[in-house]
């Protein structure tokens, strides 16, 4: 059974950081394109960050400068730094494997950036 489980979100007060993660069970990441979208209340889903199993990442333009995605596929778990939060960040982030039209999603971890 593929499950991937996100981590590290919470709230965080505008200009702070988080670390969320990405752990994976019943498959094996390194063979997968992966991505981190977001979702806020009443706002349709949204692509945040994008690596290749080659390691060459992408991002929305939103988070360009501010978010930097990386994977340990010894650890086959995928992480998204977040830095220079703002209240626009807020959203319940979701780890995905393979593409949007895969279906391994994970649960998503909430992000609540507010003072």
């Known amino acids: 059974q593929v499950q991937l489980v996100e981590s590290g979100g919470g709230l965080v007060q505008p200009g702070g950081s988080l670390r969320l993660s990405c752990a994976a069970s019943?498959?094996?990441?390194?063979?997968?394109?992966m991505g981190w979208y977001r979702q806020a209340p009443g706002k349709q889903r949204e692509l945040v960050a994008t690596?290749?199993?080659?390691?060459?990442?992408n991002y929305a333009d939103f988070v360009k400068g501010r978010f930097t995605i990386s994977r340990d596929n010894a650890k086959n778990t995928v992480y998204l730094q977040m830095n220079s939060l703002n209240p626009e960040d807020t959203a319940a982030y979701f780890c995905?494997?393979?593409?949007?039209?895969?279906?391994?999603w994970g649960q998503g971890t909430q992000v609540t950036v507010s003072s």
């Open positions: 995905n494997a393979g593409g949007s039209r895969s279906p391994y």
């Open positions: 019943g498959v094996t990441l390194s063979i997968f394109p």
């Open positions: 690596i290749t199993t080659g390691g060459s990442t």
